[in-house]
């Protein structure tokens, strides 16, 4: 028969063993994606209408089409590519998302440490005199001054017994994978801004040709009317009329022209330099070609693809782990320590005979009353669990909602293109027409500028809408998660991973 303090050790080695086989707190599992197949636009066309001339190819949308890494090539945009490829390697903030993720992954790895005992060497020297007269007799201790060096090592270690260092481990590799989508959030974010703005700079620079061009009709318009007042065919007020909408047009330019100098400055900023370093690169909308197939993912698989639908996602991980924390916090807390050393009072005789020491021992401790703090702490977690699945499901949501807000606008800008290409060419028409009746003296050369000044608005109108597709275009990759799985080294992981890693 065995001994019974062997059976009781054996049974309480089985019983921690037992415990330790757990931890407490919520098992962590990916929500459910979206069961919806669209995104509320089943019922629009599956491609946008055509327009003849620049940007106006039709636009076709394919379900489960993957997204290229870097999607902006597909504007064939060499000019374009480089800027991007530069604001990825210098903006500060992909720095700065870059820092934070090895910051994430270096506290994870400080976390995991909790897992191992804590050992520690320590050396004391210490000078000291004893009242002799009261705590060591003279026959005692010869010499009350003496030298005392003590050299030991300490060992301590909190078993897991109730899994708070497994789920605060898991927590931290939440956060650590929080961070890195936030850096792939980083990543889409700045690419997609430089596309725009790339394509903001084309379209002002279209539309102040434009104006440019128009305000030097206004001005031919003025000094024609001007003449005809002095030849009096033409009244004071008509002059001044026809001042005053020279001078409208005139103050169109100027917002223009503010517009696009902090355009540049936005674009340089984004490239991570400062103002006087702006890029050599100008950009017209004829540098860009329009993309004609674009890609419609499922909202199941949209939310593997966002980076901010996945940080939400981690983040409600990592709440769920800190309440399993929380919660083992509330139980008994088990520590295992032990001691070993020498003391002598010459360094020469340390480590000989007599003089090590050593101690060993375990401590259970449980806490009875500290006025409901751990009670709280507890509901605290639980509140923040809540407020991180909320979040995620507003992540969700949101998501889906820039999905179908780009897919409605890219629909209605092929159509806005398409209006705004026939008034320009009823316009265009219209001028020449007006120019074959004045050169047959049928009308006066007022209508024909009349005419050129209308062509000119239409053409203005026409270079926002081409500009509206390219942007809403780059809207479409941001929104459907940019292809970050596919740049070098990254993968869209799909699969449920449980909360012990």
């Known amino acids: 028969m065995l001994p019974r303090v062997f059976c009781s050790g054996l049974a309480s080695s089985v019983l921690i063993a037992g415990l330790a086989a757990c931890a407490v707190g919520p098992q962590f599992k990916r929500p459910e994606a979206p069961a919806a197949t669209d995104y509320g636009v089943a019922s629009s066309p599956q491609q946008t209408v055509s327009v003849e001339g620049p940007a106006g190819d039709s636009q076709r949308f394919v379900a ?22 530069d604001a990825l390697r210098a903006n500060p903030n992909m720095a700065e998302a870059e820092a934070a993720l090895r910051q ?7 976390q995991r440490a909790g897992f191992f005992p804590t050992v520690q060497a320590s050396f004391s020297a210490q000078r000291a005199k004893n009242a002799s007269g009261t705590i060591a007799p003279p026959t005692v201790l010869v010499d009350p001054v003496y030298a005392l060096y003590t050299p030991q ?47 903001q700079e084309a379209s002002l620079r279209g539309q102040i040709a434009a104006t440019g061009r128009l305000l030097q009709l206004q001005h031919d318009l003025t000094e024609n009317m001007r003449r005809r007042r002095a030849l009096g065919t033409a ?44 890029p050599q690169e100008t950009f017209e909308l004829s540098d ?84 409901g703090a751990l009670l709280h702490r507890r509901r605290a977690a639980d509140a923040a669990l809540d407020a991180a699945a909320a979040q995620y499901r507003a992540a969700v949501i949101l998501a889906c909602q820039n999905v179908a807000d780009t897919l409605r606008a890219l629909q209605a800008d092929a159509d ?28 006066s050369f007022v209508a024909v500028m009349n005419a050129e000044e209308s062509y000119q608005q239409a053409e203005v109108a026409l270079v926002q809408a081409r500009a509206n597709r390219y942007s809403d275009t780059a809207g479409l990759f941001q929104s459907l998660g940019g292809g970050w799985w596919n740049r070098p080294g990254e993968a869209l992981d799909e699969q449920p991973r449980s909360t012990v890693r």
Do not use: C
């Open 288 to 371: 860009l070609t329009l993309p004609t197939e674009l890609p419609v993912s499922l909202p199941s698989r949209l939310v593997a693809q966002r980076p901010d639908v996945r940080q939400a996602e981690e983040n409600l991980h990592a709440a769920s782990a800190q309440v399993g924390v929380a919660l083992a916090a509330m139980l008994p807390q088990f520590t295992i320590s032990a001691n070993t050393g020498s003391a002598a009072l010459e360094i020469g005789r340390l480590f000989s005979p007599y003089t090590g020491f050593w101690s060993a021992g375990a401590s259970l401790s449980q806490t009875l009353f500290d006025g």
């Open 64 to 85: 489960g089409l993957d997204i290229a890494g870097q999607w902006w090539t597909l504007f064939q945009s060499p000019k374009l590519t480089r800027l991007v490829e």
């Open 153 to 199: 090592l300490s060992l301590s270690y909190a078993p897991d017994v109730f899994g708070a260092t497994r789920r605060a481990v898991e927590a931290a590799r939440a956060q650590e994978e929080a961070s890195r989508f936030q850096l792939e959030a980083a990543y889409v974010t700045l690419s997609s801004n430089v596309v725009v703005t790339v394509v």
């Open 104 to 110: 994430a992954h270096e506290l994870t790895s400080a």
């Open 235 to 278: 009244s004071e007020l008509d002059l001044l009329q026809q001042q005053s909408a020279e001078a409208q047009t005139a103050a169109t330019l100027p917002p223009l022209q503010k517009q696009l100098g902090q355009t540049r400055d936005a674009l340089t900023a984004l490239l991570g330099r400062l103002p006087s370093n702006e």
């Open 416 to 443: 806005a293109l398409k209006a705004s290409s026939e008034a320009d060419r009823a316009a265009r028409v219209t001028l020449e027409l007006a120019q074959l009746q004045y050169k047959l003296g049928a009308i």
